[in-house]
């Protein structure tokens, strides 16, 4: 007898007239949205200009999803090019797929390139929207919600997923919702980077290979569950090894960089602090030592002034004595 579970929704897109609003793009949407928004006030704390994320992220979002979606045709190809399958699907992003690891792999390059136009160290800017992106994940998952996919075995827990679609071979029931686990860990993620950046400020691409690592912690677990149809390799499901293989590299990372460059970047973006770069509490701060500095010269302005005054007096009285001892 079944309890409780979560619903699935009875579809995955909306008319509006003859415009359909599919769930899954608006989760899509909606984490590139609040990544730039949080990768925007991180880049402005370390020191950078506002709307500078944004402007890389035009080149970055474009090749991620370009990089998701490769990834995922190519280690599914037998979804789109077996026999009986069209191979006109592929371009349905619409209709999910997309491959993290391929989106990392090509946004990387995007704002590589976005970065190198501004004269940016691609690594501070890595480190300031590491976060963002662990939380876009966190809402992109919904996505596989909408679309009643990417679920993991059969279970009767009260959280358990209520699958109702029959289409693509799916067989209705209850199963555990590796969507929200998913989602649930990468919002951990967040909080973990955010958290391990402040206190250990972490810099040179730093943060952004913690995210890597702690997130594929998650994706191991999380990757181990699910029943959809994937390619194995000596028993492991081949993101398990992908999520094996990215985490030690980024482990690495962290140990070699932290040895070869220590601390953070003094400075990410040039030239932003003389354009308005800076908060209003570098201003304020800049407004009181400019103030202390007047202050200091007119009291030095009033010493020199005094000691003059001093001389003359001496001179004067000089002066007096000699013509008295004259006279």
Known sequence: MELAYIPSPSRGVIHLGPIPLRGYAFCIIIGVFVAVWLGNKRWIARGGRSGTVADIAVWAVPFGLVGGRLYHVITDYELYFSEGRDWVDAFKIWEGGLGIWGAIALGALGAWIGCRRRGIP?????????????????????????????????????????????????????????????????????????????????????????????????????????????????????????????FLLAVAYIVISAKKRPGREAVVEPGAGASGGETEGDADAGADSDSAAEAKDEDAKGEAEEDVEEEVKEDVKDEAGSGTKKT
Request: hydrophobic content about 45%.
């Open 122 to 246: 691609m690594p501070a800017y890595a480190d300031a929207v590491a976060p963002g992106i662990a939380l876009a994940q966190a809402i992109g998952r919904w996505g596989n919600w909408f679309n009643q996919e990417l679920y993991g075995r059969e279970t009767d827990v009260p959280w358990a997923l209520k699958i109702t679609s029959s289409t693509d071979g799916r067989v209705p029931g209850t199963y555990h919702p590796t969507f929200l686990y998913e989602s649930l860990w990468c919002i951990g993620v967040a909080v973990l980077v955010i958290w391990a950046d402040r206190r250990f400020k972490l810099g040179h691409g730093r943060a952004f290979a913690l995210y890597v690592a702690s997130y594929c912690v998650g994706r191991f677990w999380v990757e181990y569950m699910r029943v959809d149809d994937a390619h194995h390799i000596l028993g492991l499901r081949l993101n398990n090894w992908t999520a094996l293989i990215v």
